[in-house]
């Protein structure tokens, strides 16, 4: 009687531990799902409904908030202008911190490790800390309102974790494998990418994710170094958006919807590679 009311107990508290868990899920996922919801919704009804409706759905559907903005040439330029630089940063980033993690992590040298400290401390570094010497130093340079004063800027705070990860991943590949390489009459950049990379896969897909959606969402050193329209990217159309049409709810409501849509589609896409990556680095820790 003792054991069947002990594992009784024991399976109750695990159906209690599972709802608490799946209770806590359900919150946070309504609280990520019922705002995208009512901004859905939102952007098919018009000011009026939206004031008496706020809630319900609409009555009629205002179709024409969605199509306006997808008929727009400002919204796809601004697209376009994301999706550059956020390619862009994404190549810079992954192509130096490869290499950079390749050295820190098969080459033994004097002041490797405060060497590689010195990137770490990076991550401490806050960007908005930065901002004012760097708008600064992009204006002597010539770089405001060009997409690189975007691009670099990005790279540089983007590389420390980057750093930091790759390292892990590359000390993780076995020393007999570069041994046999080398046997095999291998260089050390040869090693590094013939071999070292392709295994690598999965780290450079996760990093790859990880730069570009920080570039998609970056809105403070865009606002900063563009005053052109002409590359605007989507954060700042957003707010550019937002205070000129701050009368229509409505049509702001249908702006931010669209303007997620090309960030959720890339998640879609790119989900897979990133949880492969982030098991594979598990794993392999």
Same mark, same amino acid.
């Given at each position: 009687? %003792? ?27 309504? /609280? ?9 919704? @939102?952007?098919?009804? %018009? ?8 809630? @319900?759905?609409?009555? =009629? ?29 994404? /190549?810079?980033?992954? &192509? ?8 820190? &992590? ?6 490797? #490790?405060?060497?590689?400290? +010195? ?17 600064? +130093? ?9 997409? $690189? ?16 990860? $790759?390292?892990?991943?590359?000390? !993780?590949? =076995?020393? #007999?494998?570069? #041994?046999? &390489? ?15 990379? =392709?295994?690598?896969? =999965? ?24 005053? %052109?329209? #002409? ?10 958006? %937002?205070?000129?049409?701050? !009368? ?15 960030? +959720? ?13 982030? !098991?594979?680095?598990? !794993?392999?820790?």
């Amino acid at each position: 009687m %003792s054991h069947i009311s002990s594992r009784e107990r024991a399976r109750t508290q695990r159906r209690l531990r599972h709802l608490g868990l799946h209770t806590i899920v359900i919150a946070i996922g309504a /609280l990520i799902i019922v705002p995208i919801g009512y901004g859905v919704l @939102g952007g098919f009804k %018009s000011n009026q409904q939206l004031s008496t409706n706020p809630f @319900g759905l609409p009555s =009629p559907w205002v179709v024409s908030n969605y199509t306006d903005v997808l008929t727009s040439p400002d919204f796809w330029r601004q697209v376009g202008n994301s999706t550059f630089i956020a390619i862009a940063t994404a /190549l810079i980033v992954v &192509a130096t911190a490869a290499l950079a993690g390749f050295v820190f &992590a098969r080459f033994a040298f004097r002041g490797r #490790e405060l060497l590689f400290t +010195l990137f770490t401390m990076g991550l401490m570094f806050p960007f908005a800390v930065a901002i004012l010497p760097l708008f600064v +130093l992009l204006r002597a340079m010539g770089l405001l309102d060009n997409p $690189l004063g975007v691009i670099l800027p990005q790279a540089a705070f983007a590389l420390p974790v980057t750093i930091v990860i $790759l390292r892990g991943f590359f000390r !993780t590949i =076995p020393g #007999e494998v570069e #041994e046999a &390489a080398t046997l095999d009459g291998c260089s050390a950049f040869g090693f590094f990418w013939r071999i070292l990379l =392709p295994m690598a896969r =999965p780290a450079i897909a996760t990093v790859s994710v990880l730069a570009v959606v920080n570039s998609w969402n970056n809105f403070f050193l865009p606002l900063v170094v563009f005053n %052109s329209p #002409e590359w605007w990217t989507i954060p700042v159309g957003v707010q550019q958006f %937002s205070g000129q049409y701050s !009368t229509d709810t409505a049509k702001v409501l249908a702006y931010v919807i669209v303007a997620m849509l090309p960030a +959720l589609g890339f998640y879609a896409v790119a989900e897979r590679q990133l949880i492969s990556g982030l !098991t594979a680095g598990a !794993t392999k820790g």
